[in-house]
């Protein structure tokens, strides 16, 4: 059996678990879509950009995040639509996106959450050293967002479906009790966020671009990390707080109620709600350990050996 993963080139979530696809199984994963049996599509959105001619005679794998019903020209729907015939089966990371697959499409669909590397996110326990490295007082209160919250035409314009609206409210309504908290920021398109705190006078500090082992110390430096989205298919930050045990709130979205525990969960429509929470880290760190690698890895070898001999 011999996998090709389509390439994206963002540098988002998708790039870093193809990149440690083909370093973990490089015995199956192939360079060159001639020589695969199967072709995973793990970035729909460019699905338009594939040559349909070299997929013959090969089983397609489709990975879909989600979908933004919500909007009124809704272009992955109409792609997902044009390209559902060329593919076999669909692979989405939540049961809440599941359930929405499933409505457009008559195709097996399989949810996997992607898998977290321990290597990589772990728990560290002297935060007092931490805090020093990066030149932080222990009497900050810190709290991260770490994926982006800006549309790509218009830095300046929040990109709604990540809710930075709602974290910024969050975080004014913390910072009107407590004006010792700092934000904690990383991630490209961060515009929107870095302009709102400087109006508001909040503390923050960005990070822009950094490699997992900054990253890996920026969750353990937290306070708190807030999930403000109004639709997701993950978001990654979920395991990745759970298995580092960052302490972790979250809406309604993507697999946060299969991780978070219930007292986690907040309504987005209610920012008062969020301050009724209570981030569990022991539930969240018992519950992504079915994700942590090398157990992660399993359910998606067992999914594409299953696809291989159908």
């Known amino acids: 059996m011999k996998v090709y993963l389509t390439q994206i080139n963002e540098s988002w979530i998708v790039d870093k678990i193809r990149g440690e696809f083909y370093l973990n199984f490089s015995e199956i994963a192939t360079n060159n879509i001639k020589k695969a049996d199967i072709v995973w599509v793990i970035a729909p959105w460019l699905s338009h ?58 195709k097996k669909v399989t949810e996997i959450p992607f898998w977290v590397d321990t290597k990589q996110f ?77 109006k508001l006078g909040i503390d923050y500090k960005y990070f822009e671009m950094v490699d997992s082992n900054v990253l890996n110390e920026l969750y353990n430096l937290l306070d708190l990390y807030v999930v403000s ?11 990745e707080c759970a298995t580092s045990k960052t302490p972790i709130v979250s809406t309604d979205v993507g697999m946060a109620r299969q991780v978070l525990s219930d007292e986690s969960i907040f309504d987005m429509h209610d920012y008062d709600s969020f301050f009724k929470t209570k981030a569990n880290v022991d539930v969240a760190k018992n519950r992504v350990k079915r994700y942590e690698t090398p157990q992660g890895y399993n359910s998606f070898i067992r999914l594409l050996s299953s696809l291989y001999e159908s």
Do not use: W
């Open 49 to 106: 950009k594939i040559n349909t001619r070299k997929l013959k005679n090969k089983k397609v794998l489709c990975s879909v995040y989600h979908l933004d019903s919500a909007k009124k020209e809704n272009n992955d729907l109409i792609r997902f639509k044009k390209f559902d015939q060329f593919v076999d089966q669909y692979h989405t990371i939540s049961i809440k996106s599941m359930k929405d697959i499933q409505k457009i499409t008559d």
């Open 122 to 198: 772990f728990h560290i326990d002297k935060k007092s050293d931490l805090r020093r490295k990066y030149g932080i007082l222990d009497d900050r209160y810190l709290v991260g967002s770490f994926q982006r919250d800006s549309e790509g035409n218009d830095p300046l314009k929040p990109k709604l479906i990540k809710g930075p609206d709602i974290f910024l409210e969050i975080v004014h309504k913390i910072h009107k009790k407590n004006n010792n908290i700092t934000v904690i920021l990383t991630g490209k398109r961060r515009d929107y966020l870095i302009s709102n705190l400087i």
């Open 229 to 239: 989205s109004r639709l997701e298919g993950g978001p990654q930050a979920v395991v």
